[in-house]
């Protein structure tokens, strides 16, 4: 267990936790060179030390935008390979193991799993507002409730299909070196682990370009983390639905006796369909550390940045 080990993150242990556009193209790591010529670089990058600087605690960061070609290139990178608890932005990770295991043909979202009384974590979510369980659900169906809902007890149902060292060994056969779940003693369950921005902004961008997965897989997780009845506190707070839905987003909150971390981590597409932005906000050491609501400082920030991000976005490339 990490030395800092928060009350919500043990998901392995029954601690409480809280689109289809623009697919082809080769996979890319945001490079430093060639930045953007246009103001815009610059004026996200005041908001966001601004913002930070209002919110407190130890940020980590990493925003890239597309240029001309459609690469991305770094606009924000604030000790971007520092390695942090992930909270539940590492549901990502999970969804990608499994979807991986679908893609070799060992599992299918048809696949269906009873909801086992057991394995009910509360937290966030909605399987344990049910109080009677034994429903018969899909893979689909859960993983659904985890990326949309950040639903706790459906990453069990994931540990179910994918145990711990299999979702490492994915993550590692894809080039994730710090993004990795903690396994426990029972193999099917974990703790969410730690990543990275800089590796988190690489798995959102093959995300975003159809190589993480099969074009089919990428294009499902899209579709759940752009949907407009998803997370709104954050980054997409102050916007139209029309300007949320072009955002996949995924958000992560917990405390632990350092404080109080919210992290943030998604994608911008624009008007055209095609992916122009990543973001990868993780805040720790924060103060109010058991507010989870839309006034917490850093969320607050996030709303801010976000909408700079998203009034910036390039319109060429991608």
């Not at 029954?14 to 080769?26: E, I, R, Y």
């Not at 520092?82 to 549901?91: A, I, N």
């Not at 696949?111 to 429903?135: A, E, K, N, P, R």
């Not at 009845?229 to 300007?243: N, Q, V």
Request: charged fraction near 20%.
């Amino acid at each position: 267990m990490p030395a800092h080990l928060s009350r919500r993150s043990a998901l392995g242990l029954g601690a409480a936790a809280a689109v289809s556009a623009g697919m082809s193209g080769p996979a890319a790591a945001a490079r430093p060179d060639e930045p953007p010529t246009s103001d815009k670089p610059d004026t996200i990058r005041s908001v966001y030390e601004r913002e930070k600087a209002k919110a407190g605690g130890t940020w980590h960061t990493h925003v890239a935008a597309v240029d001309h070609a459609g690469v991305p290139r770094l606009i924000v990178e604030d000790d971007a390979d520092h390695v942090t608890e992930g909270y539940s932005v590492q549901k990502l990770a999970v969804a990608t193991a499994v979807m991986d295991k679908i893609d070799r043909g060992e599992l299918t979202l048809a696949t269906t799993l009873d909801l086992q009384q057991d394995l009910i974590l509360d937290g966030s979510g909605i399987y344990f507002l049910h109080t009677v369980w034994g429903d018969q659900i899909t893979v689909a169906n859960f993983l659904t409730a985890m990326l949309l809902m950040s639903d706790n007890t459906a990453v069990r149902m994931c540990g179910r299909v994918v145990p711990a060292a299999e979702i490492n060994q994915i993550l590692a056969a894809k080039n994730f070196t710090h993004t990795r779940v903690e396994p426990v003693e029972n193999p099917n369950r974990f703790y969410l682990g730690t990543t990275t921005p800089r590796e988190t902004h690489d798995l959102l961008w093959r995300l975003a370009t159809g190589t993480l997965l099969t074009p089919a897989s990428c294009r499902f997780l899209l579709s759940i983390i752009r949907w407009i009845h998803g997370y709104h506190d954050g980054i997409r707070r102050t916007m139209s639905s029309e300007e949320r839905s072009r955002i996949a987003t995924k958000y992560g909150a917990d405390s632990n006796d350092l404080g109080a971390s919210r992290h943030e981590a998604g994608i911008m597409f624009g008007p055209d369909g095609r992916p122009k932005l990543t973001y990868a906000l993780f805040a720790e050491e924060l103060g109010d550390p058991d507010n989870y609501g839309a006034t917490h400082p850093a969320v607050q920030a996030h709303a801010v940045i976000g909408r700079t991000l998203l009034d910036n976005l390039p319109t060429t490339g991608g």
